[in-house]
């Protein structure tokens, strides 16, 4: 009776943005749109970016997808082991990486500072209140205050943020949480999606200056 009661809430709400535009999934939909007015599309012409651990993807939505993307892949390189020489890049874009570090994570944030250039920058996604994934190497949740103590020796914090909202606990049970974002403002999930509490922290993230 539980499993069928739980597919009917998902048919029904599936069913009641049959006929809006869908966005990126609940959980992501508010970062997404967030980092999209961080830059211009257009700063990354003739630079060099890492995206460590399957980051393309956060580095092209960034506005960084006109610059030379080397996009690495875990094990085969470890950001607590970077086989970069000094000074290389122009960005560093960890998403959703720092949660699954097998060690140090102070380590690893150095690592990154390492092969920027000077005055180069470092964007970080990761999570707080979030559901353990990738189980069992995900390892650490990091508040705002937290990622900024990480890069409390960077010569900028350009921007530390949150999202999350109480209302995300009663998407955890029907399985809503990954569902894509409806654009209709008046429909609940996207309510939802867009709603921010800084005291509720699911996503975090921060952007920092070598």
């Not at 007015?37 to 960084?64: P, Y």
């Not at 380590?107 to 189980?135: D, E």
């Not at 894509?180 to 996503?203: G, S, V, W």
Request: hydrophobic share 35%.
């Amino acid at each position: 009776m539980k499993k069928f009661i739980l597919k009917l809430i998902r048919f029904c709400a599936n069913l009641s943005m049959c006929f809006c535009k869908k966005g990126k999934q609940v959980d992501q939909y508010y970062l997404k749109m967030h980092i999209n007015r961080l830059d211009d599309g257009k700063q990354g012409d003739g630079k060099k970016t890492l995206a460590v651990s399957r980051s393309r993807d956060t580095a092209e939505r960034i506005g960084l997808g006109k610059s030379e993307i080397l996009e690495t892949f875990y094990p085969d390189v470890d950001i607590l082991n970077l086989p970069y020489e000094d000074n290389t890049f122009d960005y560093v874009v960890c998403g959703m990486v720092l949660e699954h570090v097998e060690g140090d994570v102070r380590q690893a944030i150095s690592k990154c500072k390492r092969v920027l250039k000077p005055g180069g920058i470092v964007y970080h996604t990761t999570n707080f209140a979030y559901p353990v994934h990738g189980a069992p190497y995900d390892f650490w949740r990091f508040t705002t205050h937290g990622l900024k103590l990480l890069h409390k020796d960077w010569s900028e914090i350009i921007e530390v943020g949150s999202w999350g909202n109480t209302y995300l606990l009663a998407l955890r049970i029907p399985d809503l949480f990954y569902i894509k974002t409806p654009e209709c403002r008046f429909h609940p999930l996207h309510y939802i999606a867009t709603r921010n509490e800084e005291d509720m922290p699911q996503t975090v993230w921060i952007i920092a200056r070598k």
